[in-house]
């Protein structure tokens, strides 16, 4: 099955890089081949090596799923290029400062606004491009989670139903719902997003 992808996705090589040397690193070091991450997974070999060269598309589900194979959640791929005060480094995020990762080839953007990955509680924003989405399948988590659209719309699809939410809208939806996200506007969309620490 061919991966999503995005024209205007915006990833520089370094994300892609950065992210797929992480998951094979991680791969390795547990002892895993390529192949029985791949039947774990449901994907084939040939796109998860392309993903560890950095080279191929990386949809949001895709890599929870290969987070939970690896025994990670998908938070411990962000990542900060600039330091933190230690007097700050448990309690604020300053906005110039957060911990991110960029989606290959799908116009999506992730931004950590928690200060800590190991809390009970995680703050995440998610950037979409015009016409960017999570990916192709539907997202699944397993704790409940809400959201707040801080900027542009968002499609939202919860099982079989759709909703058009705009700026200042909010949602909620229980773990064993599946998801899709979707921007059908012009403009970027930004959407809150808090969830179990546990989840992500």
């Known amino acids: 099955m061919a991966e999503p992808t995005h024209p205007n996705s915006g990833t520089t090589e370094s994300d892609d890089l950065r992210i797929g040397r992480q998951i094979r690193d991680l791969r390795k070091a547990k002892r895993i081949t390529l192949a029985t991450l791949a039947t774990r997974v449901n994907k084939s070999v040939g796109y998860l090596s392309q993903v560890e060269r950095g080279t191929s598309s990386l949809p949001i589900g895709v890599l929870q799923t290969i987070s939970e194979a690896l025994g990670v959640r998908a938070s411990w791929f962000f990542q900060t290029d600039d330091e933190t005060p230690d007097g700050e480094l448990q309690y604020i995020v300053r906005a110039g400062n957060r911990r991110s990762m960029t989606f290959s080839g799908i116009g999506v953007r992730e931004e950590l606004l928690s200060p800590r990955l190991s ?12 016409g960017a989405s999570g990916g192709k ?18 499609e939202l699809k919860i099982g079989q139903q759709t909703f058009l939410l705009e700026a200042g809208d909010s949602f909620s939806i229980a773990g064993d719902e599946p998801h899709l996200i979707y921007n059908p506007g012009q403009t970027e969309t930004r959407v ?9």
Request: a neutral charge; zero cysteines; aromatic letters at 8%.
């Open 137 to 154: 399948e539907h997202r699944q988590r397993k704790g409940e989670e809400a959201g707040y659209v801080e900027a542009g719309q968002l």
């Open 119 to 130: 809390g009970q509680l995680l703050l995440i924003m998610t950037r979409l491009a015009p």
């Open 192 to 200: 809150v997003w808090v969830m179990k620490g546990t989840d992500y």
